[in-house]
C-alpha cells in the first residue's frame, strides 16, 4: 500500500506543469526547444534597440509562440520623482504591462536578449531582475538569446532550431506584484553602507569607473569612493551572449578583488549594466547577499554633497 502510494505521489509530480518547478536562472537552446508550447511558460523576445535590433527582427523569425516587448518603450523603467531615468517603474504600471503581455503570476517568464553582447544581456538582466523585485521567481534567461536559438545550417542556409514568423498577440492576463522592499537599495543606503565599509561593485566600463569618460547625464567624472571595479563585459564569453563558467567568474572576481559572498552592492550608471553584475553575483556566483543600486551614479553624481572619487582627472 505505501508503494503504491509512492507511486502516486511521483505521479503527480512528474505530471506538473514545468512553471509549477523552481525556475533556472539559466535555460539552454535545448531546453526551450524541450518546452515551446507547453502551457504556463512564456517566451519574452526582448531584442531591440540597445542590441542594434527592432520589432522587425521579431516579426521575421522567432521562437514559436513568443511574445516580444519594447525594452526601451513599453514602461519597464521610467524618470523617478528625482529626475532620474531608467529607474523601476511604479508598480501598478509594471503589473499592467506584464498583464498584457500574458502573462500571471504562475507563469514561467524566460527572457529571450538578442545574445550579440554583453550590454543586450544586460536587458534581460534588468527585466530578470525587476520580476524578482515584483516577487515573481518564476523568470529565467536562455543563455546566448537568439544568436545561440537561430543559427542556421550553412548547407541548407535554413534555421536550425524550430521558427515562427509575425506577430503574437497575448491574451491579457492579471499579475499582481508583491514588492520586495529589501532589494531596493536607495542613495542613503549606499551612503551608509560606504561609511560601513560594505563592499561596492562598479560594472561600468573601466574607463568611466577611473573618471576618463562619464555617461552623458552623469553630472560628475569618477566612481564611489572605494568602490571595486568589475565591468560588465567581463562576465559574459568575449563580452558577447553566453555568460562565462562558474571557474572563470571565480578567477575574474579574484582578479578585480570582488567577494563571492558577504554583503554588496553593485552599481552603474541607471542599473542597467549594474544588473547584469547582480545577476551574476546573485544568481550564479551564488551570493545571497549581493544587492543593485538603481540609481547608480546618474542619482549619485547629481548629488553634489556625496563625495566621487577620480583616479584620472583630464581637466
Known sequence: MRKLFVLLVAACFLSLPAAAQAAQPLVDVE???????????????????????????????????????????????????GGTPGQLA??????????????????????????????????????????KVLGHDEVSILNGGMVAYGKVDPKTKKPVNPMEKGDIKPTAKTFKGSLRQEMIVTKADVQKAKDAGIELVDNRPHNQHIGINRHKLAKRSGTIPGAKSLPENWLTQNGGGKFRSSE?????????????????INFCNTGHWA??????????????????????????SADKSLPIEQQVKLN
Do not use: C
Open 248 to 264: 572563470q567568474l571565480a578567477k575574474l572576481y579574484a582578479a578585480a578583488k570582488v567577494g563571492t559572498s558577504g554583503k554588496q
Open 31 to 81: 531546453w526551450v526547444k524541450a518546452n515551446t508550447g507547453k502551457p504556463g511558460i512564456v517566451f519574452l523576445d526582448v531584442r531591440g534597440k540597445l542590441a542594434g535590433k527592432s520589432k522587425a527582427d521579431y516579426l521575421r523569425g522567432h521562437i514559436p509562440g513568443a511574445v516580444w516587448t519594447n525594452y526601451l518603450k513599453d514602461g519597464w523603467r521610467a524618470k523617478d520623482k
Open 275 to 300: 544588473s547584469l553584475g547582480w545577476f551574476v553575483s546573485h544568481e550564479l556566483v551564488g551570493n545571497k547577499d549581493a544587492k543593485m543600486y538603481d540609481g547608480s551614479m546618474l542619482e549619485w
Open 90 to 131: 511604479p508598480v501598478a504600471k509594471l503589473e499592467a504591462l506584464i498583464g498584457g503581455l500574458g502573462i500571471d503570476n504562475k507563469t514561467h517568464v524566460v527572457v529571450v536578449p538578442q545574445g550579440g553582447k554583453a550590454l543586450d544581456m544586460g536587458t534581460a538582466a534588468r527585466i530578470y531582475w525587476t520580476f
